[in-house]
DNA sequence: TTGTAAGCGTTATCAG
DNA sequence: CTGATAACGCTTACAA
């Protein structure tokens, strides 16, 4: 931990204590203990306790964390590995774990896994002491059984029997995107996702995949392209799909950054939204709805996402085994990136 | 902290501690300490030396920060604290921080101000022993002195005497956007601004304002209009400030999410951008080249201020005194929003 | 009802 | 060079 040469410490300043607060009350500092943190069925004289708190106010006493965690074993707070925060998507997941975990009074350790290994970070986090550990579309399986073993841990995305944990419903996401692209009457759709086996991609491009198998107009092979999840790599991939002549009247995404870079290759390309094409993303992030025309889309609860794993998290500290929610469901956002066909294909 | 009625903690789990390794390798604990976290400089036996880091490896000892922290009085961790972590902006920001906190074994514990106030943040990061804190577009003027007082302090955009900080060139961004616009021909600009007394916001619409003046074509009082830092913010003040038939050629808005709903508004009412009305951000997030057309704006080095303001408290916990840096640069990004008037308007 | 004693896992100060 | 011994601030039996 920051070692680093010779580092000179900030001059202590004189924090007030326990001790400062037991003497100005003249009592002892356990009963202090008693008092300020006790549960409501401690035993303490009326008057006592009454001194005890005055005191403590007066000295402005504040509890000291790091002492508390150290001898009850627990820190109170815990950490959120996401695999990107430059993602929105995620941002939100962030933003909802902290609304509970803040309101809980426990920290939230920030972890990006873009920018450190996660295996890092879940060593930075345990030497801290951390009570649990939320983590986001990151596979369990890729990160050492080991790392993960005395943890408190709670999975977004990323079912796994080993550990409890929240999803949305991706792969009826995918069926969504799809369907509404079915029901406007295309017949030749494509697909593009990351190649990252990250479970929630492979659920939606599984939903897509079966909806239009199950529509009897499968996606052809050269119509289902691969990239980074994110706005370059949807642009990229959109762009060499587009290139040819006969490319797919629709195209829905892994995820909307990726949409929003192929709507972004179809500017360039010339190519119209929707009359040409249709582009369905996925995720909804407030991006979606600030470009012109807005995104069609499939909405992920990203904060009810972080903010459920968060109360998981917590019902499995308190002791409470954490039954298995049912995934968040999702909703298809039909907005401005979407029409038939142009020209009406034969089915 | 966390007080909750009667929480069970989950059953401590046997850790290995200095002593385990201490008893391993036939030495006394203090010693395992000095080998272990000790400066290079500590003399002991080579021979022990290597008996007791064997011994750590193979009992897998890893330190527990909670209770260096406690003895050491600092955390080796720091608060970070965004107005708003959903702006793209201060995801930046974060991001900058985290960057440079974990390569020197900080934790970063997030605080979004959206969520929970600023008081509330800094009484939980104090509790926790904080090392530090950087505080990013929070007047240090809004929150009680005494709540600072004691804490060791970095803050972002929002220069003060009393702390250290770092700060982009807000009027000089204000400036360059204001100055493209005129260069461009146009001689009637609004501005599109929050109320907030932030300084950024301040500075920015201060070097907009009298770089106009300074072209002797101030701003019109009713075409300078306030609303939320927001795209729904800057939407809205976009509708009434074009709903006159009278409108400004071109808006400057105080950032790039207010832009971006000022660029719907466009979009709504008709107005081609940029033949009838040129808009310039300031920012500078991902969104901003993800719409058509792309959103001329100001660049503003997020993650620079997020790592630079990291690196400046990571100086003053090691007692070097930060020195005042200088404003991080900024740079005009033309892109697809802005162009010269449609009517050449009498000089 | 309240005080005493014993740690939690480290670091730090000093005698051996 | 090495190893007791004392904190750090707090919780938690156990006595008084």
Redo the contacts with the bound molecule.
């Keep these: 931990m920051a070692q680093g040469p010779e580092r000179k410490r900030t001059p202590?300043r004189p924090?007030v204590?326990?001790?400062d607060v037991a003497r100005r009350a003249?009592?002892?500092?356990?009963?202090?203990?008693?008092v300020?943190?006790g549960s409501p069925t401690?035993?303490?004289?009326e008057?006592?306790?009454a001194r005890i708190l005055a005191a403590a106010r007066e000295l402005g006493?504040?509890?000291?964390v790091?002492?508390?965690a150290?001898?009850?074993?627990r820190s109170y707070s815990m950490g959120v590995i996401v695999p990107d925060l430059r993602n929105p998507f995620f941002t939100d997941v962030v933003s909802g774990v902290e609304r509970v975990a803040a309101g809980q009074g426990y920290a939230v350790l920030l972890c990006d896994a873009a920018e450190v290994t996660v295996e890092r970070h879940l060593d930075a986090l345990r030497a801290r002491q951390i009570d649990g550990v939320i983590i986001d579309a990151i596979g369990a399986a890729s990160v050492s059984a080991d790392l993960l073993a005395d943890l408190n841990v709670v999975l977004i995305d990323a079912p796994s029997a080993a550990f409890p944990g929240v999803a949305s419903d991706a792969a009826g996401a995918g069926r969504l995107a799809a369907e509404h692209l079915l029901k406007l009457g295309h017949r030749r759709i494509g697909y593009l996702g990351p190649a990252s086996d990250t479970w929630a991609f492979r659920m939606r491009e599984r939903g897509v995949v079966q909806a239009l198998r199950d529509a009897g107009v499968p996606i052809r092979p050269d119509d289902l392209r691969r990239a980074a999840p994110t706005p370059d790599g949807g642009r990229g991939a959109a762009k060499t799909l587009l290139a040819r002549p006969d490319h797919p009247t629709a195209i829905v995404c892994a995820n909307d950054l990726m949409a929003l870079g192929a709507l972004k290759a179809c500017a360039i390309a010339g190519i119209a939204v929707p009359a040409d094409l249709s582009v369905v993303g996925c995720d909804d992030i407030e991006t979606a709805r600030l470009v012109t025309p807005e995104l069609t889309t499939v909405h992920v609860p990203a904060r009810g996402l972080g903010a459920r794993a968060a109360r998981m998290l917590l019902q499995v500290l308190e002791g409470t085994p954490a039954r298995a929610a049912k995934p968040l469901e999702v909703r298809l956002a039909v907005r401005g990136t979407t029409a038939p066909p142009r020209l009406p294909e034969a089915g």
Tied chains: 1, 2.
Excluded: F, K
């Excluded at 003249?26 to 008693?34: D, E, H, K, N």
């Excluded at 401690?42 to 004289?45: E, L």
């Excluded at 006493?61 to 000291?64: F, H, M, S, T, V």
């Design positions: 202590p924090r204590t326990m001790r003249g009592v002892s500092q356990p009963l202090v203990s008693l300020i943190a401690a035993r303490v004289a008057a006592t306790r006493y504040r509890p000291n790091v002492a508390q150290l001898v009850q074993r």
